[in-house]
């Protein structure tokens, strides 16, 4: 406890330059911290403090990425990545919380709470690495970092301007061994790995891609470079280069969420378009049909083909693994449905948040997982992995099953397992259509959406409502999950689930049904049941006038 890397007077010096404002509090989320960049210089050095802490702790690198993802531009945030590119042990968010909340005054105590609560060896060495989105406002709140990381006596690899999961990647292959991974270890695994699936011919037809005006536009150019247009050809739109701001009307989210093109973009039928978010973690296709309707192709349809064809993959190459995709209440009843009854595939159901469904994947050999905005992955047990590498090197299987095992072997390694990653799923989806031959016509004919609606109720206090059955239903206030089925029971394929947000005292509902006016009603109902049971503020939900 006295060891000179805790040492008060240098902690505090530091502490001075960013000290918390009076009466702030904040809390560490799935995606760490985020919040008005005005407002988070100290929680940034604080982050740093505590990922040197975690790397004496654990023996390991860890990385903080600066960040709000999908966010506006004047907001930004932070997050620490565990040693094998995974998010933050759910443990440790409670001591970023408890850190990053303690005046003044009190922050060496509380340093010193972690040290003796989580028996850290300070003499240990602590290696931090460490990058950046373009917002404006990351450049200094990086800075902030760095500063809490010296105040430990931490050392900081500053990878500059990266995606979240690019990352993610590299904490892995550090972690693994490789010291001097690097962004270009990233591009040369990923590019090489795709290249070598499609082969000849080159892949059909060329992919709009709409960046965010984010960090992934200049990231998918240097990729984009790797790969080799002879190869496939990717249209960048939404650089950051013009007037365009980040995640302002584009983007993965503006589109999933408003289901148009994002600004400045003219579609045109059966053209591939995609959107990453503004770091670059999120990806969901469209399209327009014949008939110039918009269609969305999102991270139920992403993991649904992702699905299909690992199935296919492993019915031919006959090797004996155990598949399963993991969604959550919001992903649309007739993914599920397909994955179940068509694809005969597992499909479990976790909480909100990739960090729950990323440890639900895991319990499968080969675990698919993808929440509905498009953030989602492959994880793949090491050995599953071995399995799968034995029979590709099998020169006693048939061709085909050989083949097709080394399909498999090369497809999975396109994927970047840590993390979800907008670069490398787009690589997945492209890989897919080509080897199938398919359009996203064919794609999005897997199975037709059923229409639903979100609405969100205000109400006095958000934890009132309770959930069980991964937020599917209701334990809490009594007697209104039996109102809810009673309501889901008066429309055909009617589903509705209410789950309370995580940051503020609303309500969210999900309703679905077999046509629009129906998932509309349904919600409606809901939203009224929710404001009557549960405390609702403000505004009471109306129906429609018939």
Same mark, same amino acid.
């Given at each position: 406890?006295?060891?000179?890397?805790?040492?008060?007077?240098?902690?505090?010096?530091?502490?001075?330059?960013?000290?918390?404002?009076?009466?702030?509090?904040?809390?560490?989320?799935?995606?760490?911290?985020?919040?008005?960049?005005?407002?988070?210089?100290?929680?940034?050095?604080?982050?740093?403090?505590?990922?040197?802490?975690?790397?004496?702790?654990?023996?390991?690198?860890?990385?903080?990425?600066?960040?709000?993802?999908?966010?506006?531009?004047?907001?930004?945030?932070?997050?620490?990545?565990?040693?094998?590119?995974?998010?933050?042990?759910?443990?440790?968010?409670?001591?970023?919380?408890?850190?990053?909340?303690?005046?003044?005054?009190?922050?060496?105590?509380?340093?010193?709470?972690?040290?003796?609560?989580?028996?850290?060896?300070?003499?240990?060495?602590?290696?931090?690495?460490?990058?950046?989105?373009?917002?404006?406002?990351?450049?200094?709140?990086?800075?902030?970092?760095?500063?809490?990381?010296?105040?430990?006596?931490?050392?900081?690899?500053?990878?500059?301007?990266?995606?979240?999961?690019?990352?993610?990647?590299?904490?892995?292959?550090?972690?693994?061994?490789?010291?001097?991974?690097?962004?270009?270890?990233?591009?040369?695994?990923?590019?090489?790995?795709?290249?070598?699936?499609?082969?000849?011919?080159?892949?059909?037809?060329?992919?709009?891609?709409?960046?965010?005006?984010?960090?992934?536009?200049?990231?998918?150019?240097?990729?984009?470079? *790797?790969?080799? %247009?002879?190869?496939? &050809? $990717?249209?960048?739109?939404?650089?950051?280069? @013009?007037? /365009?701001?980040?995640?302002? +009307?584009?983007?993965?989210?503006?589109?999933?969420?408003?289901?148009?093109?994002?600004?400045?973009?003219?579609?045109?039928?059966?053209?591939?378009?995609?959107?990453?978010?503004?770091?670059?973690?999120?990806?969901?296709?469209?399209?327009?049909?014949?008939?110039?309707?918009?269609?969305?192709?999102?991270?139920?349809?992403?993991?649904?083909?992702?699905?299909?064809?690992?199935?296919?993959?492993?019915?031919?190459?006959?090797?004996?693994?155990?598949?399963?995709?993991?969604?959550?209440?919001?992903?649309?009843?007739?993914?599920?449905?397909?994955?179940?009854?068509?694809?005969?595939?597992?499909?479990?159901?976790?909480?909100?948040?990739?960090?729950?469904? *990323?440890?639900? %994947?895991?319990?499968? &050999? $080969?675990?698919?997982?993808?929440?509905?905005? @498009?953030? /989602?992955?492959?994880?793949? +047990?090491?050995?599953?992995?071995?399995?799968?590498?034995?029979?590709?090197?099998?020169?006693?299987?048939?061709?085909?099953?050989?083949?097709?095992?080394?399909?498999?072997?090369?497809?999975?390694?396109?994927?970047?397992?840590?993390?979800?990653?907008?670069?490398?799923?787009?690589?997945?989806?492209?890989?897919?259509?080509?080897?199938?031959?398919?359009?996203?016509?064919?794609?999005?004919?897997?199975?037709?959406?059923?229409?639903?609606?979100?609405?969100?109720?205000?109400?006095?206090?958000?934890?009132?409502?309770?959930?069980?059955?991964?937020?599917?239903?209701?334990?809490?206030?009594?007697?209104?999950?039996?109102?809810?089925?009673?309501?889901?029971?008066?429309?055909?394929?009617?589903?509705?689930?209410?789950?309370?947000?995580?940051?503020?005292?609303?309500?969210?509902?999900?309703?679905?049904?077999?046509?629009?006016?129906?998932?509309?009603?349904?919600?409606?109902?809901?939203?009224?049941?929710?404001?009557?049971?549960?405390?609702?503020?403000?505004?009471?939900?109306?129906?429609?006038?018939?």
């Amino acid at each position: 406890m006295d060891s000179p890397l805790l040492q008060e007077i240098p902690i505090l010096k530091l502490a001075e330059v960013h000290s918390k404002p009076d009466k702030q509090a904040m809390a560490y989320g799935t995606a760490g911290f985020r919040g008005k960049a005005s407002k988070m210089d100290h929680i940034f050095f604080r982050m740093g403090m505590l990922a040197v802490l975690r790397s004496k702790m654990l023996k390991s690198a860890i990385g903080v990425m600066v960040t709000a993802s999908h966010n506006p531009v004047l907001d930004n945030g932070v997050k620490l990545i565990d040693p094998c590119g995974e998010m933050l042990v759910e443990s440790w968010e409670v001591i970023a919380t408890g850190l990053a909340n303690a005046s003044n005054d009190d922050l060496v105590k509380e340093l010193k709470k972690i040290v003796a609560k989580e028996n850290i060896d300070l003499s240990q060495t602590a290696t931090i690495l460490l990058a950046r989105d373009t917002r404006p406002s990351s450049l200094s709140l990086s800075n902030a970092v760095q500063d809490g990381i010296s105040a430990l006596g931490g050392t900081c690899r500053n990878y500059g301007l990266l995606t979240t999961p690019q990352l993610h990647y590299i904490v892995s292959c550090y972690n693994d061994g490789v010291k001097d991974a690097d962004e270009d270890t990233y591009y040369k695994w990923f590019s090489s790995a795709f290249k070598t699936l499609v082969n000849e011919p080159p892949v059909n037809s060329n992919v709009t891609v709409d960046c965010a005006n984010g960090v992934g536009a200049p990231k998918l150019n240097k990729l984009y470079e *790797h790969i080799g %247009a002879n190869v496939i &050809d $990717i249209i960048i739109h939404n650089d950051g280069e @013009g007037c /365009g701001k980040l995640n302002e +009307k584009c983007g993965a989210d503006y589109v999933k969420i408003q289901q148009r093109a994002p600004i400045g973009l003219n579609m045109e039928p059966f053209h591939r378009y995609a959107s990453f978010d503004g770091d670059a973690d999120r990806i969901v296709y469209y399209s327009l049909d014949c008939d110039c309707n918009f269609v969305l192709l999102d991270g139920d349809k992403i993991a649904s083909l992702i699905t299909l064809y690992i199935k296919e993959l492993l019915d031919e190459s006959k090797v004996d693994v155990k598949l399963g995709m993991v969604q959550t209440a919001y992903a649309n009843g007739n993914s599920t449905r397909y994955v179940t009854d068509t694809l005969n595939v597992m499909v479990a159901c976790a909480r909100t948040g990739v960090k729950h469904l *990323h440890h639900k %994947a895991v319990e499968f &050999d $080969i675990g698919v997982y993808f929440e509905a905005n @498009g953030h /989602g992955t492959v994880t793949v +047990k090491e050995e599953c992995s071995n399995v799968i590498e034995r029979a590709a090197k099998d020169d006693k299987l048939p061709a085909k099953q050989k083949d097709a095992a080394i399909k498999l072997k090369t497809f999975l390694d396109v994927i970047n397992k840590t993390v979800g990653d907008a670069m490398s799923d787009m690589l997945a989806v492209e890989a897919i259509l080509h080897a199938k031959g398919w359009s996203v016509r064919e794609w999005a004919q897997l199975y037709t959406d059923l229409p639903n609606r979100q609405l969100k109720v205000t109400v006095a206090d958000r934890t009132v409502i309770r959930t069980t059955d991964s937020e599917r239903r209701t334990t809490s206030p009594e007697g209104l999950q039996e109102e809810i089925d009673k309501l889901v029971a008066l429309f055909p394929n009617g589903r509705s689930f209410v789950r309370p947000s995580g940051t503020e005292d609303v309500v969210r509902v999900y309703a679905e049904s077999d046509t629009q006016e129906h998932a509309d009603s349904l919600a409606k109902k809901v939203s009224i049941l929710i404001y009557e049971k549960a405390g609702g503020v403000g505004e009471k939900p109306k129906e429609e006038s018939a």
